[in-house]
Nanobody
Framework: QVQLVESGGSLVQPGGSLRLSCAAS????????MGWFRQAPGKERDIVAA???????YYADSVKGRFTISRDNAKNTVYLQMNSLKPEDTAVYYC??????????????????WGQGTQVTVSS
């Protein structure tokens, strides 16, 4: 089992940057595919980015070129670097984990473990 704790959410002006972190418990972090999701008020939770065990990545079209997902297996942490933030990026951001084989690039659905979320607000 994995426990996930997000951090780094904040209020930021349009055009600004934030880096979210997700710290995972357990010794088998490297065996999990990871994802970042977000949920804005009144909307469904959508995937933002995903990363597989060996570093293959996926980005939603709305964040492609602005956001970067990465992982540090030595620190049991996955990151989401967010640049050129827009008001429409405002949401609660969630980290998620799913056990994975190395042959899988990433998952878009079916995550088993979730963090509690961190609020990102983009506003002037």
């Amino acid at each position: 089992q994995v426990q996930l704790v997000e951090s780094g959410g904040s209020l930021v002006q349009p055009g600004g940057s934030l880096r979210l972190s997700c710290a995972a418990s357990g010794r088998t972090f490297r065996n999990y595919a990871m994802g970042w999701f977000r949920q804005a008020p009144g909307k469904e939770r959508d995937i933002v980015a995903a990363i597989g065990r060996i570093g293959s990545t996926y980005y939603a079209d709305s964040v492609k070129g602005r956001f970067t997902i990465s992982r540090d297996n030595a620190k049991n942490t996955v990151y989401l670097q967010m640049n050129s933030l827009k008001p429409e990026d405002t949401a609660v951001y969630y980290c998620a984990a799913r056990p994975s084989s190395a042959s899988i690039n990433y998952y878009l659905t079916g995550y088993d473990y979730w963090g509690q979320g961190t609020q990102v607000t983009v506003s002037s």
